[in-house]
């Protein structure tokens, strides 16, 4: 029992920091997923400025891709975060049980994927570990976005140090295995990652060890999807972006990738030809501003601010010039639209 309120019930899962238990919110009488911090991280200050920074950074969202947090606070020298009680499975264990998903079925999840953490973008936060078990799926198909807890505010929390990786190597962008810091578009190649994870049944970079998976996405390519799955090539040229080398060369945001993904979904039947190369079109540049050594004030952690604000973030025209394109070419029309836009210029 946390405050007299929340009554543990069952254990859900485990993190590197904390402990998920199912729960039941007395006060209110519904179910709720409470993520407890280990108790031999709950004397850290480091740590335990995480923990509540995730609560922090994630009580503002209001997404229906996104886990809701509906509390934090702590019992004693227990900490905690109640959240939205997700009745289904994650990704991870979805593919588990699957080995991989249809075209159609990964597309509908990378799309809601994109439009969560496009949110997130929006809210001036970069997730910076997207994986299969941080995505969350109910009974009713609808996707859930989770654990932020490493998530960085753009306008800078002061709460990482330059070079520190944080995230799992195995949907690690380039930039971070670098340690160059995580941007809007790190956020893409990750979904990217996991898009052909469903797709084939496993993630593009895989070895022996972290350190061979880190070298694959500095310097080596995603291997061809095979023929025999019949992903459509459409498809494959979106992939082609998320997961481009240079994030400039990516698209921008989730939302503008989740634009694409819904352009192509849409496609129908498409022909499985390669497509012409095209000249990519420049990306709007989205950095990380630099850090700050700007700390949270003494005190009790629980009353402190929240670290974000709201970017105003405009519509990412350049990406979703490339969606467009991306569909022209596919359909063959190109050169068509090329040529009325003459006629008409």
């Known amino acids: 029992m946390l405050n007299n309120r929340y009554q543990l019930r069952q254990a859900l899962g485990e993190g590197g920091m904390a402990e998920v238990y199912v729960a039941e919110d007395l006060r209110l009488g519904r179910e709720v997923a409470v993520k407890l911090l280990r108790p031999q991280y709950a004397s850290d200050k480091t740590f335990l400025e995480r923990f509540i920074y995730e609560a922090r950074a994630m009580a503002g969202f209001n997404h229906p891709n996104v886990v809701n947090v509906f509390d934090v606070g702590r019992d004693g020298s227990a900490h905690y975060i109640v959240m939205e009680y997700i009745d289904g499975q994650d990704l991870r264990t979805l593919l588990r049980r699957a080995e991989r998903l249809s075209v159609r079925q990964s597309l509908d999840v ?6 969560g953490i496009g949110y997130a973008h ?5 997730h910076r570990d997207i994986k299969p078990g941080n995505i969350l799926i109910d009974r009713r198909g609808t996707v859930k976005v989770a654990d932020f807890g490493i998530a960085k505010a753009l306008a800078g929390a002061g709460m990482t140090e330059p070079g520190v990786v944080w995230g799992t190597t195995a949907y690690l962008s380039p930039e971070q295995v670098s340690g160059r810091g995580a941007s809007p ?14 797709l084939t049944g496993h993630p593009p970079f895989e070895g ?3 350190v061979a998976v880190a070298l694959k996405h500095l310097h080596e390519e995603p291997p061809p999807i095979p023929a025999a799955l019949e992903v459509p090539a459409p498809v494959q040229q979106l992939l082609a972006f998320a997961l481009r080398k240079a994030p400039e060369e990516r698209f921008a945001t989730a939302e503008s990738m989740a634009t694409a993904i819904g352009e192509v979904a ?3 039947t498409l022909p499985t030809m390669a497509l ?4 990519r079109a420049p990306l709007l540049e989205h950095t990380t501003p630099e850090r700050t050594t700007r700390r949270a004030p003494d005190g009790d952690p629980y009353t402190n601010g929240p670290p974000s604000v709201d970017l105003p973030l405009g519509p990412d025209w350049p990406s979703i010039i490339m969606a467009v394109v991306i569909i022209l070419l596919t359909l063959g029309l190109f050169p068509l639209y090329s040529r009325v836009f003459e006629l008409i210029g």
């Open 110 to 115: 990378a799309r809601q994927m994109a439009r």
């Open 276 to 279: 012409p190369a095209i000249e």
């Open 185 to 198: 578009a790190s956020d893409v190649y990750a979904i990217g990652i996991v898009l052909y994870e469903m």
């Open 122 to 126: 929006r809210k001036g936060l970069v």
């Open 208 to 210: 022996e060890d972290r």
């Open 266 to 268: 849409t496609m129908g």
